[in-house]
């Protein structure tokens, strides 16, 4: 009898615990990537990274010289470097780090129209190598394999804008062994490593916030785009350009009410975004774009056009099921490929998607939150370690080959 | 060399148009003032004569395939063989010689990376075809289930961000049959289609429930309480007013008496609703008032309503003038924006159909919103009306608004960001009460005389009725010999007039003036 008077109020609460918690993952789903439920894991105390302190000519005198490094989409090497240099992680002895990080600012060179160029890259950080390899015996003891750097460019460290030409060069053979954070990514491509870290493109975390507008707002785009699909400056024929995807997305769908697709710059680009269902995110010249984290910022699923990309955070993020992957030969089917998701699929995408620390995992905030981008870049380190005992080179080996590569990158910088 | 030297000059001209003032790439080579670098410059001259010549790009690829060497390795497992191809492909109707080829130069040239691609990516650089479809086009019942995720997704969106737990909306209509009684309901009819939460329309009428306004009602789906009040609509403004408001009142008679639970929002027939006011009234306790726009029209006599205009723009008022609440500062209500009928006095309509203004009162019932259980017997915690409904009855006082029902008017919430959004708009237009109209705009049995109309797109005739004998005849010896250009207007026109003999023979004997002429 005691103990019906006790099982009815315990049932009670059970039910009462168990409506609040289908309440809150009526809205939000955690997520968990193939390395499990990491994004939330805190990077303090699992890795140590040592900070180099290289000459003020590899990142605050170019910075100096072109402040507007810090808004372009490649500032995440910037800010990577403050982040650092104030974090928990950060150790000033040497000998008991983990990882060395190398501030080395390589894609602030830029043009009057705001492009980097790549092509003193190779040397700058060929020079930078060879002095924290004379400085300090770090680089010699693994030849790097302890080493990570940021390398944001269009094809990471391959140091070129143009496909052919970077698959040319193929990645900095200095930095064969280092780890690499960059922001390309594709499967079996040369300018790839095993073990990078992919990362998403830098996007101001203000600008997004700025633009929110009420959640109530009814989506009623189904597809949104705004961007080229023809870049007749470099690519008149077209076919180069995005392997032909973005103009094979205009032509079978120019006309098509559901696709709202233009070239135009409209103001209230970010605005729109949250009135759509569904955003394109198809390949450009490289096949990653800030595109990916707007989308994801502002809860429209991304639609990603790139064969065999791969995408930030790959392992702790399961992109299968948060956007929809189209093979480029399917675009001319795009539309029945889109009307023939069912709802639930749809609206468990966007449950994923307004999960907060997904949206924190795309963005670099100023100053730093738990949870976001650079969290997640320490967290990939972490779960690097431990490190396999045969990185730690025998005295006198040599693995890297100094003298590789074009004859133009083995001039000082 | 060959490859290099051409891909420099292909890559120097993207180059300069990408980066602007951009150094030539310094890790390539100099400039190489070889044999072959003086041949390729040549061939390249020649192939931009060519493309002169011939008025399209000529490519120099083409030349690739004719001298290119095994230094080239041309995968074919990518290029997927032409017929392949050829069903995928729907080439850009671009004139180009160039060959769809993806041109793999990957192998030939990454020697260097010691991280070697193992396995062969299936993606490759280089030229691809732009794919089109054979009928680039929307599906339409891809469109239709477009449209049902689009509506599924905002019904979640709803769920989450939206109203928790939505009234019932109960919209009370007062209405009477007239020449725009149908455009005016259908109006109101398909808002409250539009409206996404639960919805019971109180439609009351004048004169008894009649089936013009029982059908037009019919074709709504919506849930509609359809009663007749006794009394006949009467021709002035003054009277129409205080009718519907007794008519109003018996409305919320029925609320009261069949418990109705949720918001009674009056939507009388010639207003127009906006969306978002179905939303903003879930935010209701007890009474809310919002803002409605009036848009006080006059048809016809311009010169007295310019000069009402210019009247207006003279003092401060807004070009639309607004009724609702007022708030101060910090969102409390002060007092009431009323319609300003001062400049308007004398010449305002005094019948239905007049043309001149028609005035609202001080503050239109529309603009309210009630919870609707201020009207039920038992009261529980809700702000006390001055009078009982049932109380009303046979009263001939005129009650202007529901303020006058409640004992304290400061409990009234004002809605839509404390009355600054309009989230409806007044306004009345009637025909002249002798006005007449076809019972249901229904005409049938159809009309006995077609008269042409007297001015058309195409050449017309001046009719003239010649006698009916002859015409028919004429009519089948003419058929033949008339242009395309009149046969669509001839079509048109006896179609629509199949039944009736005279009339056909009426409209055809048109074309035969046509070829006579001609």
């Not at chain 1, 705004?226 to 094979?248: I, K, M, Q, S, T």
Request: aromatic content about 10%.
């Amino acid at each position: 009898m005691r103990i019906c008077i006790w099982v009815f109020p315990v049932l009670i609460v059970c039910g009462l615990v168990c409506r609040i918690n289908a309440d809150q993952t009526a809205r939000t789903e955690r997520i968990s990537g193939s390395a499990g439920d990491v994004l939330d894991d805190d990077p303090t105390g699992r890795l140590k990274v040592y900070v180099y302190e290289l000459p003020s000519k590899y990142n605050k005198k170019l910075l100096q010289k072109d402040p507007r490094c810090l808004n372009h989409m490649f500032a995440a090497e910037i800010y990577m470097h403050r982040f650092l240099l104030s974090s928990p992680v950060r150790t000033l002895n040497p000998e008991e780090a983990d990882w060395f990080y190398t501030p080395i600012y390589i894609t602030c060179d830029l043009t009057p129209t705001g492009l980097p160029l790549p092509f003193k890259s190779p040397r700058m950080m060929r020079s930078a190598i060879q002095l924290i390899s004379s400085k300090w015996p770090y680089w010699n003891r693994t030849e790097g394999a302890d080493h990570f750097f940021v390398v944001p460019h269009d094809f990471g460290a391959c140091f070129h804008y143009q496909e052919e030409k970077a698959i040319e060069r193929g990645i900095l053979p200095l930095l064969h062994r280092a780890t690499l954070v960059q922001t390309f990514g594709q499967r079996n491509h040369v300018c790839l490593n095993e073990g990078s870290i992919t990362i998403p493109p830098y996007a101001p975390p203000q600008k997004m916030q700025a633009h929110l507008i009420p959640q109530e707002t009814p989506r009623s785009i189904f597809v949104y785009f705004r961007g080229l699909f023809y870049d007749v400056n470099n690519d008149p024929e077209g076919g180069y350009y995005a392997r032909g995807a973005r103009a094979a997305v205009w032509e079978n769908f120019k006309d098509n009410a559901l696709f709202d697709i233009s070239t135009d710059h409209p103001t209230t680009y970010y605005e729109d975004m949250q009135r759509a269902i569904f955003c394109l995110c198809p390949l450009g010249w490289a096949p990653w774009s800030p595109r990916l984290v707007e989308a994801v910022v502002f809860g429209c699923i991304p639609i990603i056009i790139a064969d065999d990309i791969v995408l930030p955070f790959a392992d702790a993020i399961p992109w299968e099921e948060i956007g929809v992957f189209v093979a480029e030969e399917d675009v001319p089917n795009l539309d029945t490929i889109l009307t023939s998701i069912p709802p639930e699929v749809i609206l468990r995408k966007q449950r994923l998607l307004a999960n907060p620390s997904m949206k924190s995992a795309m963005m670099f905030p100023q100053p730093t939150q738990p949870g976001d981008a650079f969290h997640q870049i320490l967290n990939g380190l972490a779960r690097k370690l431990p490190h396999k005992k045969n990185i730690y080179l025998k005295s006198g080996e040599k693995l890297l080959n100094w003298t590789a590569g074009p004859v133009g990158d083995l001039k000082p910088w | 060399m060959k490859l290099s030297a051409l891909q420099q000059s292909y890559m120097n001209r993207r180059n300069n148009s990408f980066r602007g003032s951009a150094p030539l790439d310094s890790s390539s080579d100099g400039s190489i003032k070889s044999p072959s670098a003086i041949f390729w410059l040549i061939l390249h001259g020649l192939c931009c004569l060519i493309s002169l010549v011939l008025g399209y790009r000529f490519s120099r690829l083409v030349f690739f395939f004719l001298f290119s060497t095994s230094a080239t390795n041309l995968y074919t497992s990518p290029f997927r063989s032409a017929t392949d191809l050829s069903q995928t492909l729907n080439f850009h109707p671009n004139p180009v010689v160039n060959p769809e080829l993806p041109f793999n130069r990957t192998a030939a040239t990454t020697t260097t990376t010691a991280a070697a691609t193992t396995s062969s990516s299936r993606v490759v650089v280089g030229r691809h075809g732009i794919r089109i479809r054979p009928w680039p086009h929307p599906n339409p019942d891809e469109v239709m289930k477009a449209h049902r995720i689009i509506e599924r997704v905002q019904m979640e969106q709803r769920l989450q961000f939206g109203v928790k737990n939505p009234k019932t909306v109960i919209a009370v209509t007062p209405t009477y049959v007239r020449t725009f009684q149908t455009l005016h309901l259908t109006g109101v009819m398909h808002s409250l289609m539009l409206v996404p939460y639960d919805l019971v329309w109180i439609v009351v009428e004048a004169g008894g429930v009649t089936n013009e306004t029982s059908s037009v009602l019919a074709k709504s789906g919506l849930r509609i309480i359809h009663v007749g009040f006794d009394k006949r609509m009467p021709n002035s403004w003054e009277g129409r007013h205080r009718l519907e408001t007794k008519m109003r009142l018996h409305a919320l008679r029925i609320v009261k008496e069949e418990k109705m639970d949720g918001i009674v929002m009056f939507a009388d027939d010639s207003n127009m609703h906006s969306s978002e006011l179905f939303d903003e009234i879930q935010n209701v306790k007890w009474v809310g008032a919002v803002s409605v726009g009036i848009l006080a029209h006059s048809s016809g006599t311009d010169e007295s309503s310019v000069s009402v205009i210019e009247k207006r723009e003279e003092g401060e008022n807004p070009s639309m003038p607004v009724q609702g609440p007022a708030c101060n500062a910090s969102n409390q209500l002060v007092g009431w924006h009323t319609f300003n009928s001062i400049p308007y006095a004398g010449k305002s309509a005094t019948y239905i159909g007049d043309r001149a203004i028609v005035l609202p009162r001080k503050l239109e019932w529309a603009g309210f919103v009630l919870n609707s259980r201020l009207f039920w017997k038992d009261a529980e915690e809700k702000p006390e009306l001055v009078k009982d409904l049932d109380s009303l009855d046979g009263v001939d006082e005129d009650i202007e608004s529901p303020l006058s029902l409640l004992k304290d008017i400061s409990v009234v919430e004002p809605l839509g960001s404390c009355g600054r959004q309009v989230l409806l708009w007044w306004l009345r237009v009637e025909a002249r009460a002798d006005s007449k109209f076809p019972s249901g705009w229904i005409v049938d049995p159809p009309l006995e005389i077609t008269v042409p109309s007297k001015r058309t797109p195409w050449p017309d005739a001046p009719p003239e009725l010649p006698s009916n004998e002859k015409v028919v005849v004429g009519v089948q010896e003419h058929t033949v010999k008339h242009s395309p250009k009149t046969r669509t207007p001839r079509s048109k026109r006896s179609s629509r007039s199949k039944r009736k003999h005279d009339t056909k023979i009426v409209d055809t004997q048109l074309p035969v003036r046509h070829s006579e002429q001609n």
